[in-house]
């Protein structure tokens, strides 16, 4: 089993539309959570912190379940913008810190 | 402005030959990292170092080298010895401490010729 997993989509969806990606992390000593977002061909940027109540930003929501050990982000009315890979990122804590980053789920907005 | 650089933004290698990729950042960051990226995988780390004069091996780190004689600076040298080395490189620095957030230069695109 992957220590992050996500499903790699692609999510197609209208403009407008929310969607919700989940994230799935088998290490329960996991620390800290991460969403970022990645554009084609270009380098990964964060997109949001996860905390253990939930936090938003704007049109995004992300959440973090520890008891089922999976964080969740929701895109509020999708703009074609939005369009790209979204990477979770776990920190785990075996040893020193580690930067553990799922594949991504590619999401693209349609008009 | 602060940031992470990476050049070249592309670099060809033929058989046989070392190839140098540099990272520059001038955030004054502790922590430095990295990162190979294949179509359809996650990024694995290569190195990554905490400190200067100091680094660790990261998941891949056969057939790759690097050196941090600087904080701002820390090339990764993609030796003879890796078989496969096309991939996208991403070079990586963050604040050392648990729950700091990783920062990402541009990254460089590797091609075997």
């Known amino acids: 089993r992957k220590e992050v997993e996500q499903d790699p989509g692609p999510f197609n969806v209208p403009e407008g539309a929310t969607v919700a990606f989940n994230c799935t992390y088998s290490?329960?000593?996991?620390?800290?959570f991460f969403w970022y977002r990645q554009d084609c061909r270009k380098e990964p940027k964060l997109l949001m912190s996860?905390?253990?109540s939930g936090n938003e930003d704007g049109r995004f929501t992300a959440q973090l379940n520890r008891a089922s050990q999976y964080i969740s982000l929701l895109i509020r009315d999708s703009k074609l913008s939005d369009s790209a890979t979204y990477l979770c990122?776990?920190?785990?804590?075996?040893?020193?810190?580690?930067?553990?980053f799922g594949t991504g789920t590619r999401l693209k907005v349609l008009a | 402005d602060g940031g992470i650089t990476q050049s070249p933004k592309y670099l060809f290698r033929k058989e046989g030959q070392n190839v140098t990729l540099s990272c520059e950042q001038n955030l004054n960051h502790d922590a430095m990292y990295w990162y190979r990226q294949d179509p359809g995988q996650g990024l694995r780390l290569i190195y990554y170092?905490?400190?200067?004069?100091?680094?660790q091996k990261g998941d891949i780190a056969e057939g790759y080298s690097v050196s941090r004689e600087k904080k701002e600076s820390f090339p990764l040298t993609v030796t003879s010895a890796q078989k496969n080395p096309t991939a996208f490189y991403l070079c990586?620095?963050?604040?050392?401490?648990?729950?700091?957030?990783?920062?990402f230069g541009p990254g460089t695109r590797l091609l075997v010729l």
């Open positions: 170092s905490q400190i200067v004069n100091d680094f």
């Open positions: 990122v776990v920190i785990s804590t075996s040893g020193t810190y580690k930067y553990i």
């Open positions: 996860v905390y253990s």
């Open positions: 290490n329960s000593a996991s620390q800290s």
């Open positions: 990586a620095s963050s604040m050392t401490g648990v729950g700091e957030t990783q920062y």
